[in-house]
Each structure stands twice: as C-alpha cells, then as structure tokens.
C-alpha cells in the first residue's frame, strides 16, 4: 500500500528538500500552500515598474513542478486573522506570530489530511533556523497544540527529534533522513546540489510581510488610527503599496511611488477619493480617511505635488475625485521635503 | 457545446487569480472552459504553471495592455 504524505510548500528551498527526501522513500506526495495575504512574492513587486525583470514565478508552483506533485493553494485569509491579531506566543521582532502561524498551518493541514485521507504531513523545519519559531524546545509544541502530534514529520531535521509514526511504522526509513540544525544554508544546498536542483528561491527576508519592520509599522497604525485591530485583504494588500503619509489622524495618503503602482492604485477609485496631478507628471494618491476639511485637502494636495514633477514649481494644479461628489481641480505651491514632517511618513 | 465560464480576477495579486480559477474549475466537470482576466502580470507565469501541475490545458492566452487572458480547459480525461 502506497502511503500519503502531505508536504507544506512555501516555495522555498527547505520545504522542496523535505518533499524530495520523502518522494525518494516511495511516498506519494501533494503539496499544499496556505495564502494568508501577507505572504511575499515576486508578483507582489510586480506592481512596481522598474521591477518587472524580476523573475515573477510563484516559487510554491515552482516548486510543485520541480517535484512533479500536485499542489494546492489554499486562501485562509478571513481565518489567518485571528492569528495575527490575538497570538497565543506572542509576536517576533516585529508583527510577525510565528510560532502562533505554524502551529495553525500545521492544524490547517492536518485537517486536510482527514478530509483526504491522507496518511502523514511533512514541513521543510530545521532546528534553529528560525529564532521563534524551530527552536528545539517548541517543535514539540507545533505537533502538540497543531493536534498533528506525531503524524508530523520534519525530514530535514527528523533524526535529531523522537520518532514520529511514519517512521515507527516503516512507512519512511528514519536513517535516511536528515539531522540539519543551525543557521548554516551550507547542508541544505549540497543537498540540492546533489538533487540537481537549481535556480531555486532564496528569499532573503522570509516569506511574509509581517516580518518585515515597515510593514508592521503601517499595520500597527492602520490598527492605532482605526481604534480597532482587525483588515481587510484590501487593507493589507495596500500596505505593500506605495508611500504611506499620515499628517493627521483623520487621514493617511498612499502615493504610487511610479507608474506601476500608479496603474494598480488606480483600480481603488471605485473605493477611495483619490488626487492625482494634471500640470506635470505625478503621482496618483489614495484618501484613506474621513472627509477632509478644506485645510486638509489644500495640505494633502501640496504633499502630493511635492511627489510630482512640479515639486519645484511654484503651482500645481491637481485633480479630486470623489465618487459620489465628482472631480474639481485644486491648484496649490507643493511642500518644501523639508515641511513634511518625519513623523507623518509610515516606515 | 457548453458555454465558457467567466472569471474576472482583475486587481488581484497572485496567488488570488490561481485560488479563483482552482476554485472554479474543482467544482466544473471534466472539458468544461474557463476564460479568466488578470491583470497581475505574475499570472503569465503561473497560470500555465498551474494548469501543467494539474493536467489542465491553456488553449489561448492574450495580452492587452495591462490585462492577461487565459482560456482554460480543465483536464479532458481527469476525475
């Protein structure tokens, strides 16, 4: 009887090794990615212009094909909340709930694991390669409060940790599995060197947004500035666009830093009043807020200008549009750089 | 001849448009067509990519300016 592993793909090198290590052993596998909104991909940097040579493969695909399995992308956007806004363990260095993130997405896959009887799930961990969440001490934890216990197997680091059932079964032969630990990338690329694997993703900051310290900052003040934690895929989806500049707490601007994220902002105007400058080249800007009184939108129109090609004129005429009340032109002297406040701008 | 379903995935980011056309296709019966319209240039890639992990075929894909259209053909002969 051939057995079933369910293998969580991020797309990363890790996770493609300890699916191939378990492939070798005879086990049929599937791959399964979660989608959580926050997750960083190339495509994300797509929106930006200048950054369109970048390879814009999905690398959980890419992975999938290298692999020659089937994968899965599943959305848990609505249930991810919860995790990022009351984690258990507590967050990283930043926003990140790491340890609260895998124990759900092992719980996640667990569930898909009943739903098609599949026989055992494997995760591309390595002790100590993540300061929270694969310490030694907490991979217990992840099997434990996941509910998988030990149908949970780690092939990249499986010999340093107690047996798991597909080992104890026989269904994987545990010696030839791995015991990785450490920081080190050094034992991971010889192993895809000696799988002819190439061309591989290295992501350097992880592969979530949450990790990442500007990300959060504009997170925590979306949660500040609403007297709420809570976010809709909109929300975080524009957290990764363009500049953020709060100069009161009744509004914030999101000002498409080129024409890329000029073109993806522009599908919110539906949504969102936005300015955008009509004497000189410049950027489209979002309104998230309240209505602004005329002072304020004299001083978001003199922002905006100060971003536009007009930054040295002595007037800019720009556009408001509001959906309802429709568009009028505003002319304005953009801001001095050295008028905006550092505080204003989300970093 | 059945009718081509619809997909309008535009303003997503990847992943979404692949979860929006896996979505639609897990529930259709085998041969039915799926015509999506993106405008994440990342689906240029990983739409094919998808439809190769999972047997489906892409019989045509369009570029406009900024949107990407793909007709899918979900796996002929799969379950």
Not at chain 1, 113 to 121: C, E, G
Not at chain 1, 173 to 192: I, T
Request: proline residues 5%; hydrophobic residues 35%; neutral net charge.
């Amino acid at each position: 009887m051939t057995r079933k592993a369910v293998a969580l793909i991020s797309g990363g090198l890790d996770s493609l090794l300890a699916a191939k290590l378990i492939q070798q052993q005879g086990i049929e596998v599937e791959g399964i990615n979660f989608f959580t909104g926050f997750c960083v991909e190339g495509h994300t940097h797509a929106i930006r212009k200048h950054e369109r040579n970048r390879v814009k493969r999905n690398n959980a695909l890419w992975v999938a094909e290298q692999l020659g399995i089937k994968l899965h992308i599943i959305d848990i956007v609505d249930e991810y909340k919860d995790v990022v806004i009351n984690p258990k363990h507590g967050y990283g260095a930043n926003l990140n709930p790491c340890l609260d993130c895998k124990i759900f997405m092992v719980h996640k896959a667990q569930e898909w694991l009943k739903q098609h009887d599949f026989d055992f799930i494997i995760t591309g961990e390595v002790i100590g390669q993540r300061p929270k969440s694969q310490r030694k001490k907490l991979m217990p934890v992840v099997a434990e409060k996941s509910g998988a216990d030990d149908l949970l197997l780690r092939p990249l680091c499986a010999r340093s940790l107690p047996e798991t059932l597909p080992e104890k079964e026989g269904w994987v032969d545990r010696e030839k599995l791995k015991d990785f630990s450490g920081r080190s990338r050094k034992p991971q690329m010889a192993l895809a060197a000696e799988f002819g694997f190439e061309d591989y993703a290295q992501p350097a900051g992880g592969c979530c947004f949450l990790t990442d310290q500007s990300y959060s900052v504009k997170l925590q003040d979306l949660w500040d500035n609403r007297g709420e934690r809570d976010y809709e895929l909109d929300d975080i989806m524009l957290l990764k666009v363009g500049r953020h500049i709060r100069p009161s707490k009744a509004f914030k601007l999101i000002i498409a830093r080129e024409e890329g994220e000029n073109h993806f902002l522009s599908g919110y105007k539906r949504q969102f009043q936005t300015i955008s400058t009509v004497s000189h080249a410049g950027p489209l800007a979002l309104i998230e807020g309240e209505s602004l009184d005329p002072q304020q939108l004299e001083l978001a129109c003199a922002i905006i200008a100060r971003y536009s090609k007009g930054r040295n004129a002595d007037s800019v005429e720009l556009r408001f549009s509001d959906r309802e009340q429709g568009s009028r032109s505003i002319h304005v002297k953009p801001l001095p750089a050295t008028q905006i406040n550092p505080d204003w701008v989300l970093v | 001849m059945s009718p081509v379903i619809e997909l309008d995935a535009r303003r997503l980011l990847c992943p979404m448009p692949v979860i929006r056309l896996q979505d639609c296709v897990e529930k259709q019966d085998k041969g039915v067509k799926v015509r999506i319209t993106c405008t994440d240039p990342g689906t240029m890639s990983d739409i094919p990519a998808w439809c190769r992990i999972n047997g489906h075929r892409v019989l045509a894909t369009e570029q406009l300016e900024h949107e990407y259209i793909f007709l899918v053909q979900k796996d002929p002969d799969g379950n």
